[in-house]
Structure formats: C-alpha cells, structure tokens
C-alpha cells in the first residue's frame, strides 16, 4: 500500500500522476488540512506532523510514504528517512528540466516561502544559477483557492496573477510548479503565462521514482484490478480533498 500525504489537497496532484502509471496499488491519502498551510509554519512543527501522520499511514498498511509535499518535503524527509525504516519518495524542485531548456535564460519559480528558504532547494538552485537567472515568487493565497476548491475564474486568476506577473516580466520562460497545490492552478497560470511560457510540474517525474523504487524493492502487483483504490482521510473537514479526489477519479 502506498501513503501519501500534504498539508492539504495538493498531494492529489502527484496521487493522480502515480494512478496513470500505478494503477493496481492500493493507496491512503492524508489531508492534514486541520494544519494547512504548511508554507509559514517552522520547519520544527511540519517534522511533528511529518512523524505524526506516517505514523498514521504506517498503521493502514502502508508500506512506502510519499511525502507529496514540497515544504514537508524540505522540513521533514530527512527526519523521517533517519527514523522510520520505510522508503519516503520526496519532491524535487524542477529547477534542472527548466534551467536546461529555458530559451531566455531566466526561470521562474513558484513555491511556498519554506520551500525557498529549504536546504534541498537551494543547493539546487546552487547549482544552475551561473547558467541562468533563477527568479521566485511566493504563490500568494495559491493554497488557500485550492482548498477552497476555487481552480479557475476571476479570482482565482487575480491571485496568481500577482505572484506570476513579476516572473514573466522579468522574463521567465520557464514556470517551475515548487509546490503540490499549483498543478491546480495550471490552466489559469498558463492563461496568464501565455504560450511562448512553458509550465514545469514535477509530479509526473515523482510518480516514475515511485515506480522505480517499488520496482526495486519487489513490492509492485503485477495482477489485481486496475480499478482505483483509494482511501481519503484527512485531519479536518474532508469535503474539499474528496471534491477534488472525485474530480480526478472522474478525468483519469
Ligand atoms: N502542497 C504543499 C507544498 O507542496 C504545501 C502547501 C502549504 O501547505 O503551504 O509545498
């Protein structure tokens, strides 16, 4: 069984991604949405978290933890990968895919204020930034429209909008999604971006380690039905991560 979780909804970005390429495994889902966002808390807090739910997943069953979650990831896997036997799949900011194919030599980058200042990040931006000029943004109330369900229209295009306007006009070419809840977001900040912009979401690539780390630990189902099996829980109200789970299900 496959655990995933986030602060909230945006895990069900990378949920969704694995389901295209994983189709048989049997996963649970935790929203901890009592504690969202993530973004602003210290890096402390989201590490008791961290421990709290995989404890959490672990008793379910689960027998791998993607920590779906660029903040957590930056805060916590560390920690986790040190005192719990399983294997945790974290997140990678996509800074290399776009700072290889950026055409005008700037990227942007979207994430949460805990994701920039987290060690992993910068020692990745470390080492592209001789080669192009790396530009970020806080997505301000990006979390927030997600969890409230609100993935399009004009208010949701009012608040990206101020987040990504200063990337493209400081001539970004490149969006990298740094954060679980933007994929969300993706039709309106290409909306915005227009299609000279190429937006960067990491979890397709997240999904494919998944893949390759079960492969090598022997713990894939070959047989079974391909048929979604997904168990929702969340520490606060689940309604809207089961909107949004619906909505994939719904798609895929
Ligand atoms: N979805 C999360 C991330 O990838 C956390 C967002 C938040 O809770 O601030 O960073």
Redesign the pocket.
Known sequence: MIGIF???S??LSVLREALKILPREKYVYFADNAF????EKTPGFIRERGRAVTDFLLSQGADIIVVA???ATAAAIATLRAEYPNKFIG?EPAVKPAALSSETGVIGVL??AG?LKGSKYLTTKGLYEDDVRIAERVGKGF?ELVERGILDGPEAEEVVRESLQPLLDEGADRIVLG???YPFLRDVIERIAGPAVQVIDPAPAVARHLLDVMTEEGIIREDGDPSPDVTLVASGDPGPSRSLLDMILNTN
Do not use: R
């Open positions: 986030d602060s909230g945006g895990g969202c966002p993530y973004g979650c660029n903040t997140m994430a949460t994701t979390v954060c679980t809840h």
